[in-house]
């Protein structure tokens, strides 16, 4: 099959979906502007993952962890979804049921309109307290502290995010399964696939009998196990998808 007969039949089987669940990764935010992790100009490349991203690094000094997660702030703040996000939070009304995983935590999805995201990672622009756990929101760019205390108990706020050495929630984690076992496609989107448990998603969507799109300019390890990999950015990719796809519906009307 050539890439365009590929295209066709992705839009053939979206068309009859009714359960879509997307999985996306920092690729889906790089034609915003937001530094993926790996690759040549990727974020664990500048800077040493274990000394930034651990409870243990945030122990020690909170100080510097809170400054570069304000750096980082400071970086997606100032980003715009593309139009890759904006054809997923379309999508959201488009299948009968559909939902959207991400393992990102710059808040892409939300401000491009999708309503009901699941984030794996967390989210940069919560923070949570060390002591009681209560999570609140903040946009501030730079913060007012730095590192920032609870205003309620006075104990330290980290980000409430996802870091190495840390379990994801167990219920967020669970509903993620759920939804990637009992899909009829799993578009698969801007993902190194490399990370767990978020790289098996797919792979029990695949072993339950969904179809797997993968999106990516680069064959990841997932690119074995999917029925389609197109080599492209995502940005480009699914708004031509999304053309196709709404053509194919209206013919059916
Ligand atoms: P990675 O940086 O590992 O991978 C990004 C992927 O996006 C790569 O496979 C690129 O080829 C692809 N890509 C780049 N530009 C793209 C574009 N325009 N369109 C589509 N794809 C593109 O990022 P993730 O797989 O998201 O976790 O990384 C997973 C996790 O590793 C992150 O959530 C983070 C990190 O450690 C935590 O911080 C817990």
Redesign the pocket.
Known sequence: MDAHQEFKSVCDILSVSRQVTVLT????S??SGIP????KE???KKYR?EEL?TPTAFIEDPKLVWEWYDWRRGIIGAKKPNP?HDVLAAWEGLFPHFALIT???DGLHQNAGSKNVIE??GNIWKQRCIEEQTINENHDIPLREIPPHCPLCGALLRPH????GESLDGSVLQRSFLLSSNCDVMLV???????QP?ASLPLSAAEAGAKIIE????P?PLTAHADFSFR????ELLPFLDAELRKQLQKRE
């Open positions: 990764g920092a690729g889906i790089a034609e993926t992790f790996r690759g990727g974020l664990w993952a991203a890759g393992q990102n935590i794996l990672h995010v996802v870091w190495f989107v801007g993902t190194s696939a490399v990370v978020a999106i990516n300019p680069d990841t492209a950015k995502s940005g």
